[in-house]
DNA sequence: GACGATTGACTGGTATGGAAGTATGGCATA
DNA sequence: TATGCCATACTTCCATACCAGTCAATCGTC
């Protein structure tokens, strides 16, 4: 969507204006280093400078855009420490969680898994990579649930926005079959009661899902700050 | 400090205010679930409520305020579930670290974490609540930078905002012999090169201190959310 | 005295204007 | 032709005014 339409009930309008903005930094359509400013955006929305300046102040508090005073509004270029640092913090969680899960099975759950990977699959044949993402993230999300922490997962998708924005950006160059396998396997290592093998799973997944990274960052060193 | 003084050189008017209400939540001088307004802080800080508005929209986006529209703007209570998830990812995050450490240990940072221990414990005799924070956290800061990953350290204390308000709110509760003891058995592990240890004492550690948040909760039930 | 309606004070949200700083283009001079 | 200066347009930051909604106090009626 690279139109808004500005509603007058409802959320208010700075809110519309972050929602929108905020969407399309996330989606790539607004790539990292590209300019905006207050009274443009403004005059796209159809509403006054303020409520734009308030959007724009909240984009900044979460590191997507940055504003330079006489110049301009930056969306942000995507950081290379904060998406290794989300990593590893990833790692690190997601294999306690892992363990928690396996220590307290649900057989139930492996079912819902399983129909998750099945989805996965049909988004990857259909190359909708808006929906794998989202799928991607609904497989994680359930085994943070199922650990007993859904909170947590809250607290990991906000570290996982820039990631997301690198994955949106490059959509063509993350490969869904391996992220697919990779996932059978931790559900494989749950279904045989493996709780070692369930976290080294969890483990290389997520230790692999950044080794296109160097190669991403060489093709468009534009988008990337350290 | 309870009252601010705004300069025209240097910090804009808005970053000064955010800078002056973010210290006062987080030191608890301004009490969860109290009520602010722009008006009002504008007629402390002598400026118009733009600046204000905008501090508010800043505060609001890291969680520490909450506003409501007509009504006002109010501290964030502390979100138990915000910091029962911070530990359990602080947990996870900070004991693959100490394996890290561990696996590639420098002498140096031994004496270093020694001297950090003797300020620690200086800090508690004198009963110095704000510096035993500040070396609790240069403590596992330390860490952060002798595993590689001092980066991971800014995103683990961006999630600790509300446990830092809670240890100031609630000074007297933690015990920190307790603290220090538990930082001296992850040093003592480190120094037999013992990786498990050390990781089983970090374990330990992250996972103790929270041991008084029920009865903290109990004490003060109006400073709380889930 | 109790209840409901009205009024005024207060609130955040938005619009508009002025100030200060930055960048660019045009013109004059060497 | 190249360089420097000036004017203009643009930017964000802050101040002020207006609007709509909320709440508490007061007044009128039963």
Redesign the interface.
């Known amino acids: 969507m690279d139109h808004i339409n500005i509603v007058t009930s409802g959320n208010?309008t700075a809110q519309q204006v972050y929602d929108w903005l905020h969407g399309r930094i996330l989606r790539g359509e607004l790539e990292p280093g590209a300019r905006l400013s207050e009274t443009e955006i403004a005059g796209q929305a159809g509403v006054s400078r303020q409520p734009v300046?308030?959007a724009f102040?909240?984009l900044t508090?979460?590191g997507l855009t940055e504003v330079r005073?006489q110049r301009g509004t930056f969306i942000g270029r995507i950081s290379i420490?904060?998406v290794?640092?989300?990593r590893?913090?990833r790692?690190?969680?997601e294999?306690?969680l892992i363990r928690m899960v396996s220590a307290n099975l649900d057989y139930e759950l492996l079912a819902r898994l399983d129909r998750q990977l099945a989805a996965q699959r049909e988004a990857s044949e259909r190359q909708d990579v808006e929906a794998f993402i989202t799928l991607d993230d609904q497989f994680h999300h359930s085994l943070a649930v199922a650990a007993g922490?859904g909170?947590?997962w809250?607290?990991l998708e906000g570290?996982k926005s820039q990631m997301n924005r690198l994955r949106h950006i490059t959509a063509r160059i993350f490969d869904h079959q391996k992220l697919i396998e990779q996932h059978g396997a931790i559900v494989q290592a749950l279904r045989e009661g493996d709780a070692d093998g369930a976290e080294q799973a969890m483990r290389l997944h997520l230790r692999e899902v950044l080794n296109d990274l160097p190669e991403i960052a060489r093709s468009k060193p534009e988008f990337f700050t350290k």
Chains 1, 2 share one sequence.
């Open positions: 208010s300046r308030e102040i909240r508090a979460t005073p420490n904060a290794l640092s989300a590893l913090i790692e690190a969680v294999s306690d922490h909170d947590v809250d607290v570290l």
